[in-house]
């Protein structure tokens, strides 16, 4: 599994704003200049974020983004679930057809690498990242 620069950037993204959480939103522009990644690939990361339910945004004056739970409620695989395509090690294992699936030893492998990354970005959360951060 590689994970795309949408991935890694909206990890940060929800950390920054994890870290960050408080009762007023953040402007995207300060988000982007912080993390420097471009206003408009954060707004698309943003949007499928906020159409998870993870982030929510506020208009006017003051608007911006903020996190929709408490950090400790939002697991990294909630997260890199929302802005990647395929977070599995092979396609083999999404497509759930194999056609060497009765004789193929590899797919048993690729299945169990699975079912590892998913537990290790389950049992991460955001309040994880923030404890391990280093200021």
């Known amino acids: ?13 929800m950390h920054y704003l994890a870290k960050n ?5 953040i ?10 990644i471009s206003d408009v690939y954060l707004e ?10 993870l982030v929510e945004s506020v208009r006017g ?7 929709n739970k408490d950090p400790e409620n939002i697991s990294v695989g909630d997260v890199l679930r929302v802005l990647e395509t395929h977070m599995s090690p092979t396609e083999c294992c999404e497509s759930n057809t194999c056609e060497d699936e009765s004789d193929c030893v590899a797919r048993f492998i690729w299945k169990r690498i699975e079912v590892g990354i ?5 049992k991460i959360t955001l ?9």
Not at 27 to 36: C, D, G, M, T
């Open 1 to 13: 599994m590689r994970v795309s620069t949408k991935g890694r950037y909206g990890l940060r993204t």
């Open 21 to 25: 959480n408080s009762e007023k939103a």
């Open 27 to 36: 402007p995207l522009s300060k988000i982007a200049s912080e993390l420097k």
């Open 44 to 53: 698309q990361i943003l949007r499928r974020l906020r159409q998870a339910d």
């Open 61 to 67: 004056a003051y608007g911006g983004y903020k996190i």
């Open 118 to 122: 998913n537990e290790i970005i389950d």
């Open 127 to 135: 309040q994880d990242m923030i404890e391990l951060s280093v200021e």
